[in-house]
Protein backbone atom coordinates (compact mmCIF):
# COMPACT_ATOMS: atom_id res chain seq x y z
CA UNK A 1 0.00 0.00 0.00
CA UNK A 2 0.91 3.77 -0.59
CA UNK A 3 2.01 5.09 2.93
CA UNK A 4 -0.08 7.67 4.48
CA UNK A 5 -3.15 7.63 1.53
CA UNK A 6 -5.84 6.35 3.43
CA UNK A 7 -5.09 9.31 5.93
CA UNK A 8 -4.39 12.00 3.30
CA UNK A 9 -7.64 14.65 2.68
CA UNK A 10 -6.35 14.97 -0.84
CA UNK A 11 -5.89 12.89 -3.93
CA UNK A 12 -5.54 13.77 -7.39
CA UNK A 13 -4.85 11.69 -10.13
CA UNK A 14 -4.67 11.77 -14.22
CA UNK A 15 -8.00 10.50 -15.03
CA UNK A 16 -6.40 8.74 -18.69
CA UNK A 17 -9.40 8.11 -21.65
CA UNK A 18 -12.04 6.95 -18.63
CA UNK A 19 -14.74 4.69 -19.26
CA UNK A 20 -18.54 4.12 -19.29
CA UNK A 21 -20.78 5.26 -22.49
CA UNK A 22 -19.76 6.60 -24.62
CA UNK A 23 -21.74 10.32 -24.36
CA UNK A 24 -20.50 10.51 -20.92
CA UNK A 25 -16.83 8.90 -19.91
CA UNK A 26 -17.36 9.25 -16.22
CA UNK A 27 -15.97 5.81 -14.68
CA UNK A 28 -12.10 5.76 -13.23
CA UNK A 29 -10.68 2.90 -11.98
CA UNK A 30 -7.97 2.89 -8.92
CA UNK A 31 -5.64 -0.12 -8.21
CA UNK A 32 -6.59 -1.04 -4.49
CA UNK A 33 -3.11 0.78 -2.96
CA UNK A 34 -4.92 4.02 -4.24
CA UNK A 35 -8.50 3.12 -3.33
CA UNK A 36 -7.32 2.83 -0.15
CA UNK A 37 -7.91 6.54 0.03
CA UNK A 38 -11.74 6.35 0.37
CA UNK A 39 -12.92 5.99 3.85
CA UNK A 40 -14.06 1.95 5.03
CA UNK A 41 -17.52 2.55 5.31
CA UNK A 42 -17.72 3.52 1.07
CA UNK A 43 -15.61 1.01 0.37
CA UNK A 44 -17.29 -1.90 2.32
CA UNK A 45 -20.83 -0.64 0.77
CA UNK A 46 -19.61 0.02 -2.66
CA UNK A 47 -21.33 3.42 -2.85
CA UNK A 48 -19.76 7.18 -0.85
CA UNK A 49 -21.11 10.82 -1.41
CA UNK A 50 -19.77 13.27 -4.05
CA UNK A 51 -20.38 16.97 -5.19
CA UNK A 52 -18.75 19.19 -7.31
CA UNK A 53 -17.49 22.26 -5.56
CA UNK A 54 -20.46 24.14 -4.26
CA UNK A 55 -23.00 21.40 -5.67
CA UNK A 56 -25.64 18.96 -4.17
CA UNK A 57 -23.75 15.75 -2.79
CA UNK A 58 -24.96 12.52 -5.25
CA UNK A 59 -24.57 8.71 -4.16
CA UNK A 60 -22.25 7.27 -6.82
CA UNK A 61 -20.86 3.28 -7.11
CA UNK A 62 -17.43 2.62 -5.86
CA UNK A 63 -16.96 -0.79 -6.94
CA UNK A 64 -14.93 -3.91 -6.16
CA UNK A 65 -13.84 -5.49 -9.62
CA UNK A 66 -11.41 -7.40 -7.78
CA UNK A 67 -9.10 -9.12 -10.68
CA UNK A 68 -12.34 -10.23 -12.98
CA UNK A 69 -11.86 -9.55 -16.16
CA UNK A 70 -8.17 -9.90 -16.54
CA UNK A 71 -6.81 -7.66 -14.51
CA UNK A 72 -3.39 -8.44 -13.02
CA UNK A 73 -4.31 -6.29 -9.66
CA UNK A 74 -7.07 -5.85 -7.47
CA UNK A 75 -9.28 -2.99 -9.14
CA UNK A 76 -11.82 -0.42 -7.88
CA UNK A 77 -14.52 1.38 -10.17
CA UNK A 78 -15.83 5.14 -9.37
CA UNK A 79 -18.34 6.65 -11.50
CA UNK A 80 -18.07 10.23 -11.26
CA UNK A 81 -20.87 12.86 -11.49
CA UNK A 82 -22.19 12.52 -14.98
CA UNK A 83 -23.14 15.33 -16.94
CA UNK A 84 -26.86 15.30 -15.97
CA UNK A 85 -25.01 15.85 -12.53
CA UNK A 86 -23.31 18.58 -12.57
CA UNK A 87 -20.16 16.48 -13.85
CA UNK A 88 -17.77 18.23 -16.05
CA UNK A 89 -15.71 16.05 -19.02
CA UNK A 90 -13.18 14.22 -17.70
CA UNK A 91 -11.26 12.53 -19.94
CA UNK A 92 -7.52 13.13 -20.50
CA UNK A 93 -7.63 15.44 -17.66
CA UNK A 94 -6.70 15.69 -13.66
CA UNK A 95 -9.24 14.28 -11.16
CA UNK A 96 -8.77 16.43 -7.64
CA UNK A 97 -10.61 14.70 -4.93
CA UNK A 98 -11.40 16.35 -1.36
CA UNK A 99 -12.44 14.21 1.61
CA UNK A 100 -14.42 16.22 3.42
CA UNK A 101 -16.96 15.70 7.20
CA UNK A 102 -20.45 16.45 6.41
CA UNK A 103 -21.90 15.98 9.77
CA UNK A 104 -20.78 12.79 11.27
CA UNK A 105 -20.24 11.30 7.28
CA UNK A 106 -17.70 11.72 5.58
CA UNK A 107 -17.98 12.95 1.59
CA UNK A 108 -15.65 13.77 -1.35
CA UNK A 109 -15.84 16.68 -3.34
CA UNK A 110 -14.28 16.89 -6.82
CA UNK A 111 -12.50 19.41 -8.97
CA UNK A 112 -11.13 18.86 -12.54
CA UNK A 113 -8.39 20.26 -13.92
CA UNK A 114 -6.67 20.55 -17.04
CA UNK A 115 -3.46 18.67 -17.65
CA UNK A 116 -0.52 21.26 -17.09
CA UNK A 117 -2.71 24.20 -16.03
CA UNK A 118 -1.52 26.08 -12.76
CA UNK A 119 -3.57 24.41 -10.96
CA UNK A 120 -3.03 20.95 -11.94
CA UNK A 121 0.93 21.99 -11.30
CA UNK A 122 -0.50 23.08 -7.60
CA UNK A 123 -1.81 20.15 -6.86
CA UNK A 124 1.34 18.04 -7.93
CA UNK A 125 3.61 20.32 -5.87
CA UNK A 126 1.08 19.66 -2.57
CA UNK A 127 1.59 16.55 -2.92
CA UNK A 128 5.60 16.76 -3.51
CA UNK A 129 6.07 18.50 -0.83
CA UNK A 130 3.40 17.44 1.87
CA UNK A 131 2.40 14.17 0.49
CA UNK A 132 3.39 11.22 -1.96
CA UNK A 133 3.10 10.73 -5.23
CA UNK A 134 3.43 7.80 -7.42
CA UNK A 135 2.44 6.18 -11.02
CA UNK A 136 -0.66 3.93 -10.66
CA UNK A 137 0.35 -0.12 -12.68
CA UNK A 138 -0.25 -1.36 -16.45
CA UNK A 139 1.13 -0.12 -20.13
CA UNK A 140 -0.85 3.49 -19.41
CA UNK A 141 0.46 4.10 -15.49
CA UNK A 142 -1.35 7.50 -14.32
CA UNK A 143 0.51 9.62 -12.37
CA UNK A 144 -1.27 10.30 -8.92
CA UNK A 145 -0.60 12.58 -5.48
CA UNK A 146 -1.92 12.86 -2.50
CA UNK A 147 -1.35 15.15 1.24
Do not use: C, K
Amino acid sequence: MVPAIRVASHLWIEAGAMSGPPDHRHQVEFADDVAQFFDDAAREDEVLLMRTTGGPFWPRPLTYRGTDYGQWTEIWRLGLLTTRMGGPDYAGRILHITRVRIGGNVAYELEVADAGSATAQRWSAEAAARGGQGVTGGPNGREFGYW
